[in-house]
């Protein structure tokens, strides 16, 4: 697990410039540092020590020295690549799961992707065509970005290193400010700084010697071989092998590996399967003398099956404290509550071990959002009520904003990609209008998305909202959380439930062995149930919750908002009075925490990577943090 940077065609750039980039992430490899240069080409790379810690250092070389890789991530199936190699007749001078790559990529070029199971980004130079060859794992586990603006070409696992090249002209994206409000994360290619994009995930780029960019989806998440003939006992049972294998495979490590611990199914069926192959002590977060510290069930849990837990916690001072430090790693703007929690589990965690397990992504492949379960009802309206009639009521229910059916009525004349919870997740269309300061920008976030809708227009709405999901919830909020946090603490966290065998089983899965009436992650839950016990299985899904819209409404937190919310920032891209009504609402009993925490996520962001544009003091805590 490590990080990367790399850019071509620089001459007129100091050398040390690749040392600053790379020291900007230094985060994420503490343990070892290498670069690469030539007239063309230069590479830095940081390296956390996982498997053979004494070989394995990067940049490394193909045979013939005329490529050179530098890799971030784990190849779970690495051993069999290598074998396959080795008929070949490539020799392997290290057992790293970097070589795999190298002579992977030499042997068969892109086609190496097909091969892969695993986490990873990695890019490699191609000394003899001038050209850089980046890639990015199925799901979006690890990151990858490149700045692209006709010039100059510069890549690297995270956006901050770029802002030690001379030659990266840093520019906020203002146009997708409206984007960020309604998903709390910007779900497409583009960033919030120009010209910046990200590598999609199952997507690779080649940067030719001319200068052009290219980039091909290798891998695409899809419910093509859907089996209505399966039961719920028998995906059960499929779940249970498949999970088994796979947390398995996510054990292959030369250092100790922990795992994190919630209350929920999820972290605790990993934890319970790779409690079987060794001792696994596990790490949970709460809060003292809080009705949201989750702490005793995870503590009971473990004591049941005989593994040692860590109860990690935090106060409302922690938490507000790290703020601009978290947007500093996050490099984006995300408003999710939960990634102050999930820094600080990582920071107690790496202070055992290196390497920790999580149970991320079983309510994307499995259906365990609640959300899934109103499709039922919007379903049947529907399918009873035509479409001009449902239009009509919706209406007419616009205008009467107090009326208790009003929000079914009005979302239920809407196509589902504008009506998903998720797509305008913060604010709305009106309530962008009310508090963007140029409410010209605003655009049609259902827009942005449709053609994700489209893709699986065919299928029912459960499975349309689990695609939207996957290709957006997943890697844009809770995979690129769980990277940054845990990469912030020089923390390898491993995902056994995203995992291309997982995923492949789970797009079989019909709707009626995912999800009831009245229940989700069906069959998830009675494979559970085989391993756990009844009240950890059946447990209704908590998130990560934290007290945080009750510490909105007290001091010194209030204040701090309000001090943003007059702030330079929010004057220069907010209505300040429409905020601070915002503020008033949530006070008073109208819960508008999201809202008030996705403005004020923002405002810290911006002054921590546009210090320049504002007069506050948030940079001065990123620099005592020691980032």
């Known amino acids: 697990m490590c990080g990367f940077v790399g850019y071509v065609n620089q001459k007129d750039v100091p050398t040390s410039t690749i040392n600053d980039m790379a020291d900007r992430i230094k985060h994420r490899g503490p343990d070892d540092e290498a670069y690469f240069h030539d007239e063309q080409a230069v590479m830095g790379f940081r390296r956390l020590s996982i498997i053979d810690l004494a070989h394995g250092k990067q940049p490394m070389y193909n045979r013939d020295q005329t490529k050179v890789l530098t890799f971030n991530g784990e190849i779970y199936n690495y051993q069999e690549i290598r074998a396959d190699l080795q008929k070949l007749g490539y020799e392997f001078r290290t057992d790293v799961d970097s070589e795999v790559l190298i ?39 690890k990151p990858m970005y490149y700045y692209d603006d006709g010039k100059t070409f510069l890549w690297a696992s995270e956006i901050k290193a770029f802002l030690e090249h001379p030659n990266f002209k840093k520019e906020f994206n203002e146009e997708l400010l409206p984007i960020h409000l309604s998903f709390e994360f910007i779900p497409s290619r583009e960033t919030m700084f120009k010209n910046v994009y990200k590598v999609l995930p199952g997507q690779y780029f080649i940067h ?74 596990s790490f949970s977060l709460g809060f003292k003398n809080s009705k949201y510290s989750e702490l005793s069930w995870s503590t009971e849990f473990a004591k049941e099956i005989k593994q040692k837990n860590t109860p990690l916690y935090m106060t409302g001072d922690d938490y507000f404290d790290i703020l601009p430090t978290i947007m500093y790693y996050m490099d984006e703007p995300l408003s999710n509550p939960s990634a102050m929690q999930l820094y600080y589990l990582s920071k107690g965690t790496r202070e055992a071990v290196k390497v920790a397990l999580s149970g991320e992504g079983a309510d994307e492949f ?6 899934y379960l109103e499709a039922i009802p919007f379903e049947r309206y529907q399918k009873w009520v035509p479409g001009g009639i449902r239009k009509m009521l919706g209406a007419i229910a616009e205008k009467f ?53 489209d893709d699986v227009k065919g299928l029912d709405e459960m499975t349309q909202m689990q695609y939207f999901d996957i290709n957006t919830w997943l890697p844009y909020d809770i995979l690129h959380k769980a990277d940054r946090m845990s990469m912030a603490n020089s923390l390898e966290v491993r995902t056994p439930l995203v995992d291309k065998e997982v995923a492949k089983f789970a797009a079989t899965m019909p709707v009626k062995t995912r999800i009831h009436t009245d229940e989700t992650k069906v069959s998830l839950r009675a494979a559970a149930e ?20 009750t510490w909105i409404k007290t001091e010194p937190y209030k204040s701090r908002i309000i001090e943003a919310f007059n702030s330079d920032v929010a004057h220069k891209f907010f209505n300040t009075d429409a905020l601070m009504d915002i503020l008033h609402e949530h006070i008073n009993g109208k819960s508008s925490m999201q809202k008030i925490f996705t403005i004020y996520t923002f405002i810290l962001w911006y002054e921590v990577f546009f210090p320049e544009d504002t007069t506050a003091k948030t940079v001065d805590l990123v620099h005592r943090t020691q980032i």
Do not use: C
């Open 530 to 549: 085989a391993e756990l016990p009844e009240r950890v299985a059946k447990k209704e899904k908590m998130g990560f919750p934290s007290p945080i819209a």
């Open 401 to 453: 904003p107090r009326f208790h059916g009003r929000r079914f009525l009005v979302r239920g004349a809407q196509p589902l990609s504008e009506r998903y919870y998720r797509v305008n997740y913060v604010f709305d269309y009106h309530d962008r209008n009310k508090i963007l300061k140029n409410p010209k920008l605003n655009q049609d976030a259902g827009a942005y998305t449709k053609h994700l809708f």
């Open 208 to 281: 030719h010697a001319n200068g052009e960019t290219e980039t091909h989806r290798y891998f695409k998440f899809n419910y093509d071989h859907i089996d209505n003939s399966q039961t719920v006992e028998e995906d059960a049972k499929k779940i249970r092998g498949i999970v088994d294998e796979s947390v398995k495979t996510h054990m292959i490590a030369d250092v100790e590996v922990g795992s994190f611990l919630s209350s929920g199914i999820d972290s605790s069926y990993v934890l319970n399967e790779a409690s079987k192959l060794q001792p696994i002590q």
């Open 103 to 141: 002579h992977g990529y030499d042997a068969w070029g892109p086609k190496l992707l097909d091969r892969l199971r695993g986490m990873y980004a990695f890019a490699i130079y191609d000394k003899t065509k001038n050209e850089v060859f980046g890639a990015r794992d199925h799901f979006g586990i």
């Open 366 to 371: 499995f259906g365990g959002y609640n959300t």
